[in-house]
């Protein structure tokens, strides 16, 4: 079994300031994706990173996936409380079945005014 | 609204009762998958059926049972549930399993409580 380890698991800072999110892994994964969750609701995609090396910029967030395509990041500029709640990387794999996901461990961000 | 939606939203049952969950994607995906979601542990997958057949069970007992009657609809039907099976339960799709990025699109869940 595939493990995705994200750092931190919790954050809480205040309103302006930067952060980064980090998702490890020992395997290789054919694309990564970011997904947001807020309370009560499912996981909102925010970006697939393909390419080893690839960034992505999506307003504030700026994504970035590794050279050897085992690990991610990312990083939120001058961050809002809109931006608050569970961030997920999800690591897509080609197995017998298809092309699997391997979902991350999470990191619960809040951002305070 | 990400164009999949499920219902109930949220469901107390005793470990005697048997309920189902239901989900709808309006999305025109050949793929649908459960996954659980508990506190403090990863999103785990637990069915994926792809153009109406199940093609991954990831070990789930059989007090779970999918059923998937066309590629828009898919149920749970949960039935001598235990209290540990309490958890967020989110459905999913994809336009098919096999698409190299396999983005997925998530329904709001079913937040089940087991008493």
């Known amino acids: 079994t595939q493990l995705l380890e994200q750092s931190p698991q919790f954050l809480s800072i205040q309103e302006g300031e930067n952060l980064t999110v980090y998702c490890n892994s020992s395997?290789?994964?054919?694309?990564l994706q970011w997904y947001r969750q807020e309370p009560g609701e499912g996981p909102v995609l925010l970006v697939t990173v393909v390419t080893g090396g690839e960034v992505k910029k999506l307003k504030r967030l700026t994504f970035q996936f590794g050279d050897a395509r085992k690990d991610s990041s990312l990083h939120i500029t001058a961050a809002q409380p809109g931006d608050t709640g569970l961030y997920l990387c999800a690591g897509a794999r080609l197995t017998g079945g298809g092309n699997k996901l391997t979902f991350g461990t999470g990191t619960q961000l809040k951002v305070e005014l | 609204e990400t164009g999949v939606t499920q219902t109930p939203r949220h469901l107390v049952m005793g470990m005697t009762n048997k309920k189902s969950l239901k989900c709808e994607q309006h999305l025109g995906h050949n793929a649908m998958y459960w996954y659980k979601q508990s506190a403090k542990k990863p999103l785990e997958l637990m069915f994926v059926y792809s153009l109406e057949e199940r093609v991954e069970n990831n070990s789930v007992p059989s007090r779970f049972s999918p059923e998937c009657p066309n590629s828009s609809h898919l149920f749970l039907h949960l039935h001598t549930l235990q209290p540990e099976d309490s958890a967020l339960y989110l459905c999913?799709?994809?336009?098919?399993?096999?698409?190299?990025?396999?983005?997925?699109?998530f329904g709001p869940g079913t937040r089940l409580t087991v008493l």
């Open positions: 395997s290789v994964f054919s694309s």
């Open positions: 999913a799709s994809s336009l098919q399993p096999g698409t190299r990025n396999n983005e997925q699109f």
